[in-house]
């Protein structure tokens, strides 16, 4: 994103947290729980992590060996669910039997056994076309299949604003439970809609085993970097087919390679680790429109790019105009090693005067940025006479209207729904 760099260092750990790996490595390691010992945790918050569950039960009394919130591997954003490791048995039945529906970060909790092997991906289901509205719940979802059998886990898909996206998941104890729910329930009308319901299978299972591909984005590139220098800087790696700088300022590049292997080690050996005239690149596999074809909003590739590229970067409003990069820098490094930095001015409405600046800050890892989140949202770091800062992940352009048309037709929904209301 800009601004100076530094070198890279890695984060402390802290008692109770899975640090999780860098952002655009890969994923963090499985952790292998003694399930009689496991606990699930669901309903959590966006901005509850794995040090905020494993001080919360500490604090309760309890005894816990660690706790772990899962994360989406794309954005490396919380999936709100996780799982608490005890010491004894007798401390896991006594915190599901004391704290389910306990109120964490102003969400109630689901405390769940946690079965003896991985839920069986064959009995969850998903649901879609169910309403797109405030006033259809996670209950409404969870009352529609609870017939078909025990459910082990009800998820419906929200907005920010807590409206439904219009789908769910529900993972039931079996496979013929779900296969009976899906039997039953797709393509009948429920809710004034036709609903659809399926086997959900993760991305994970419908990818083929063992990735090929050769093309590569490469971000972050000196104005003063050739594309001659680019391949240099890559033929290091194996045969480059192709290099091209593209983009504003041409910070932007793409190198094809012969070979998947050969890219794979470029990206290794340069993401986030190689330097150039103060800069330090970004290298991640270029996401093709083949890739892309499922999303049918249409996002360019590129930008698809961009954010798989920066997941742990942050996005802040309300900096005093008066804070410096220096102070600013001080201030973040609480939260782990910066690794881009960038602050830009923003004019009063209307006039020429500075009214404030907002931040973009790129953390070496995933976990950081989401420790910046916690200590900083809605803080007054530089004082309290100044309004409090806004603390985020940094969303893309097509991210930001995609969520604004959606909440804009939620509005307008709540507006026909309590229309009809006062007219019954």
Same mark, same amino acid.
């Given at each position: 994103?800009?601004?100076?760099?530094?070198?890279?260092?890695?984060?402390?750990?802290?008692?109770?947290?899975?640090?999780?790996?860098?952002?655009?490595?890969?994923?963090?390691?499985?952790?292998?729980?003694?399930?009689?010992?496991?606990?699930?945790?669901?309903?959590?918050?966006?901005?509850?992590?794995?040090?905020?569950?494993?001080?919360?039960?500490?604090?309760?009394?309890?005894?816990?060996?660690?706790?772990?919130?899962?994360?989406?591997?794309?954005?490396?954003?919380?999936?709100?669910?996780?799982?608490?490791?005890?010491?004894?048995?007798?401390?896991?039945?006594?915190?599901?039997?004391?704290?389910?529906?306990?109120?964490?970060?102003?969400?109630?909790?689901?405390?769940?056994?946690?079965?003896?092997?991985?839920?069986?991906?064959?009995?969850?289901?998903?649901?879609?076309?169910?309403?797109?509205?405030?006033?259809?719940?996670?209950?409404?979802?969870?009352?529609?299949?609870?017939?078909?059998?025990?459910?082990?886990?009800?998820?419906?898909?929200?907005?920010?604003?807590?409206?439904?996206?219009?789908?769910?998941?529900?993972?039931?104890?079996?496979?013929?439970?779900?296969?009976?729910?899906?039997?039953?329930?797709?393509?009948?009308?429920?809710?004034?809609?036709?609903?659809?319901?399926?086997?959900?299978?993760?991305?994970?299972?419908r990818e083929e085993a063992g990735e090929s591909f050769t093309n590569l984005f490469v971000k972050n590139i000196?104005?003063?970097?050739?594309?001659?220098?680019?391949?240099?800087?890559?033929?290091?790696?194996?045969?480059?087919?192709?290099?091209?700088?593209?983009?504003?300022? *041409?910070?932007?590049?793409?190198?094809?390679? &012969?070979?998947? @292997?050969?890219? =794979?080690?470029?990206?290794?050996? #340069?993401? %986030? +680790?190689?330097?150039?005239?103060?800069?330090?690149?970004?290298?991640?596999?270029?996401?093709?429109?083949?890739?892309?074809?499922?999303?049918?909003?249409?996002?360019?590739?590129?930008?698809?790019?961009?954010?798989?590229?920066?997941?742990?970067?942050?996005?802040?409003?309300?900096?005093?105009?008066?804070?410096?990069?220096?102070?600013?820098?001080?201030?973040?490094? *609480?939260?782990?090693?910066?690794?881009?930095? &960038?602050?830009? @001015?923003?004019? =009063?409405?209307?006039?020429?005067? #500075?009214? %404030? +600046?907002?931040?973009?800050?790129?953390?070496?890892?995933?976990?950081?940025?989401?420790?910046?989140?916690?200590?900083?949202?809605?803080?007054?770091?530089?004082?309290?006479?100044?309004?409090?800062?806004?603390?985020?992940?940094?969303?893309?352009?097509?991210?930001?209207?995609?969520?604004?048309?959606?909440?804009?037709?939620?509005?307008?929904?709540?507006?026909?729904?309590?229309?009809?209301?006062?007219?019954?």
């Amino acid at each position: 994103m800009g601004g100076s760099w530094n070198n890279q260092m890695n984060m402390p750990s802290f008692p109770g947290m899975n640090m999780g790996a860098a952002a655009g490595g890969p994923p963090r390691a499985k952790i292998d729980y003694n399930n009689k010992l496991c606990l699930y945790i669901g309903n959590l918050s966006q901005t509850t992590f794995d040090n905020d569950l494993f001080k919360f039960f500490k604090n309760k009394g309890y005894h816990l060996r660690n706790a772990q919130v899962m994360l989406n591997n794309e954005t490396r954003k919380s999936k709100q669910y996780g799982y608490l490791n005890f010491y004894t048995e007798d401390e896991t039945k006594r915190c599901m039997s004391e704290q389910n529906n306990a109120i964490i970060n102003g969400r109630n909790i689901v405390l769940n056994e946690k079965k003896n092997t991985d839920f069986d991906s064959a009995a969850n289901v998903l649901i879609k076309n169910l309403p797109r509205e405030a006033t259809f719940t996670q209950t409404d979802l969870y009352q529609l299949c609870v017939e078909f059998g025990k459910i082990v886990s009800c998820k419906l898909e929200v907005t920010r604003d807590n409206v439904s996206r219009g789908y769910g998941y529900v993972q039931f104890n079996s496979k013929e439970n779900a296969s009976s729910a899906i039997e039953k329930l797709n393509g009948t009308e429920h809710f004034g809609k036709e609903i659809a319901v399926t086997v959900h299978s993760k991305k994970n299972e419908r990818e083929e085993a063992g990735e090929s591909f050769t093309n590569l984005f490469v971000k972050n590139i000196p104005a003063t970097f050739s594309e001659e220098n680019l391949r240099e800087l890559f033929n290091e790696f194996g045969e480059v087919q192709s290099v091209a700088k593209k983009g504003e300022g *041409k910070d932007i590049g793409f190198v094809q390679f &012969k070979t998947h @292997e050969q890219a =794979a080690a470029a990206i290794e050996a #340069l993401d %986030s +680790k190689k330097e150039i005239d103060g800069k330090v690149l970004f290298v991640s596999k270029f996401i093709s429109q083949n890739d892309n074809r499922s999303n049918t909003q249409k996002e360019s590739t590129i930008g698809q790019t961009m954010k798989e590229t920066f997941k742990s970067n942050i996005f802040i409003r309300n900096i005093p105009k008066e804070v410096g990069e220096e102070e600013f820098r001080s201030e973040f490094d *609480k939260a782990g090693k910066i690794i881009s930095l &960038k602050l830009k @001015e923003r004019n =009063a409405v209307g006039t020429t005067e #500075l009214a %404030s +600046k907002i931040g973009y800050v790129c953390y070496e890892e995933v976990r950081q940025a989401q420790k910046c989140i916690q200590l900083f949202d809605q803080t007054s770091p530089f004082g309290y006479g100044y309004r409090p800062l806004k603390v985020e992940f940094w969303q893309s352009k097509f991210d930001l209207i995609h969520e604004n048309e959606e909440k804009n037709i939620n509005q307008v929904k709540k507006f026909i729904h309590f229309i009809q209301h006062e007219m019954q």
